[in-house]
């Protein structure tokens, strides 16, 4: 994991394989709310939050995947996953599951959030599910809802990552055009971490 947090007020597009798709995503989110302290919320437009929570835990204890869920945890394991659940639930980091959601919504959501709770970094997970008004084509659609998070974690000062996945075929349509709106791409694509 490198040490990097984001910007304050940027736009962050975060690129990542069908086959490792949230759980990179989640390990920066772990490193932002969890190690850095950074207030932050988590817009997931498809996995349920307890997944994600789970997910959060058995990273800050240092346990593998599934491995709670399986019941089979050492003593020192279980003593890790009980300081894991004490970190992520004093991290100020928030869940709020909406789907689907439309591209207006987004706004009225991070407001609400930053008045609330003081939010620094909002991730919208992911974006090829946000909705948007007459616009029918997925690579303009992606355009669309990237230009409208770079405005919008401009204007209201806080650092918006957005997820967007490579599909299938191995090509993002229009990657060049997407990846110039962001002020930071991290690409997880070839990652082997």
Known sequence: ??????????????????????????????????????SLLYLSLETDSRVLINRLIEESA?????????????????????????MVAQAPLFFQEKAPVELFEI?????????????????????????VDGVAASEQKLEKVCGELSRLSKVHKVTIVGTILEPRSGKI??????TSIADEVIDCRYDNS
């Open 107 to 131: 706004e009225s959501i991070l407001v609400n959030a930053k008045a609330e709770s003081g939010i620094e970094v909002v991730v919208v997970d992911y974006l090829a599910l946000v909705k």
């Open 173 to 178: 349509e229009n990657e060049d055009a997407l």
């Open 1 to 38: 994991m490198n040490e990097r947090h984001p910007t304050n007020g940027g736009f962050v597009l975060f690129i990542s394989k069908i086959n490792k798709k949230t759980w990179p995503l989640l390990d920066y989110t772990f490193h932002w709310s969890v190690k850095k302290n950074l």
């Open 62 to 86: 240092g346990i593998r995947e599934g491995k709670v869920q399986e019941g089979m945890l050492s003593p020192e394991e279980f003593h890790n996953f009980r300081q894991g659940t004490e």
